[in-house]
């Protein structure tokens, strides 16, 4: 498996154009979102949590938009029972080589399917009982968001859940504009320069789309889940929990 690298991808000053999930990236995204998005190694531990709590016998955890496979990763060792295989979906087949790799080192291939497909389009999930979206479902184009909660809520088993991770948008703009300066600064500390920081937001200006709390909560309402909440929130980082009746 590749040694993680640093993220210095936006480090000199460039033409800046969309992100892009390729290898330039898949060989540093470990690295990116753990000086990137605050409080990630307690989210994933969150997240590990609540999947032990609703996973079920005899069905299918899937991790939508699963990148590197940190997620699948994370909950591998908590499902004592063999009965229960971990599917991660993304579109980005160097992320998915790169999961692929960390999933074999770790002995828990066996246990994990990978598949590549866009969220935009239609999709299948085989006897799902968590469904996991981390940092993922602000890269859906909007119009196509509901649609896709409607199908994970359509397809989830009864007492099943979806878990999602996302950058959000205060009510306020004032404190939208405190929390992504705070969020600056949090980046500031993990090493990240100015330049750095105003490239990738540039470059993620017009694909990473983010909703308020209320837009989000009301997203996984309109689309059945009769149980909505969140269990996380760092000022512009939020993680919503859906339950299926």
Known sequence: MKKKKKDKIFAKKMK??????????????????????????????????????????????????????TTMLNIAPRIKTKDIKIIGIDNSIPMLERAKEKLKKKGVRDRCELKCADLNQPLFLNNPSVVILVLTLQFIRPIQREALIKQIY?????????????????????????????????????????????????????????YRIDENIMLLRRSGFPIVDTFFQWHNFAGFLGIKQ
């Not at 999947?51 to 590197?68: H, M, P, R």
């Not at 989830?156 to 504009?177: F, P, Q, W, Y």
């Not at 937001?201 to 789309?209: F, S, V």
Request: aromatic letters at 10%; proline letters at 2%.
């Open 16 to 69: 800046i154009q969309d992100f892009n999930f390729d290898n330039k990236v898949a060989n540093v995204f470990d690295e990116m979102l753990e000086r990137s998005v605050p409080f990630y190694a307690e989210t994933q531990r969150m997240i590990g949590k609540l999947v032990e709590k609703f996973a079920q016998d005899g069905t299918n955890i899937y991790d939508l938009g699963c990148s590197t496979g």
């Open 154 to 210: 359509d397809q989830l088993i009864a007492n099943g859940c979806i878990i999602a991770v996302e950058k959000i948008l205060a009510n306020d703009s004032m404190t939208n504009r405190l929390f992504i300066d705070l969020y600056y600064d949090y980046k500031k500390s993990r090493g990240y320069s100015q330049l750095e920081i105003a490239q990738k937001r540039e470059a993620l200006e017009n694909i990473l789309i983010p």
